[in-house]
């Protein structure tokens, strides 16, 4: 079984920064790609930023040079850091594998806004 649990959301001005952090447990984690996804009020969930096991990132073209995602495979978990935040960053943030697992965590909110 899968877990994900997310942290670091909260509530931030325009052009400040957060760091979110999310422990996964399985053994799986080191052999598949990891990804950061959110999801805003009225819209699809979507994928932000995710990276390979090999180190290769790729991120959403809204958030590409402000977010950048990490892994600590000793530790499980995987980072993204957000800087530069935005009013439409405002979503709750999940992470999960990509392809992704069925189980997802609480996700983490995070709210841009003055």
């Known amino acids: 079984q899968v877990q994900f649990v997310e942290s670091g959301g909260g509530l931030v001005q325009p052009g400040g920064s957060l760091r979110l952090s999310c422990a996964a447990s399985g053994r799986l984690f080191t052999i598949v790609d990891m990804g950061w996804y959110r999801q805003a009020p009225g819209k699809q969930r979507e994928l932000v930023a995710v990276m390979t096991p090999g180190g290769i990132t790729n991120y959403a073209d809204s958030v590409k040079g402000r977010f950048t995602i990490s892994r600590v495979y000793a530790k499980n978990t995987v980072d993204l850091q957000m800087n530069s935040l935005k009013p439409e960053d405002t979503a709750v943030y999940y992470c999960?594998?990509?392809?992704?697992?069925?189980?997802w965590g609480q996700g983490t909110q995070v709210t841009v806004s003055s």
């Open positions: 999960n594998a990509r392809p992704t697992y069925d189980s």
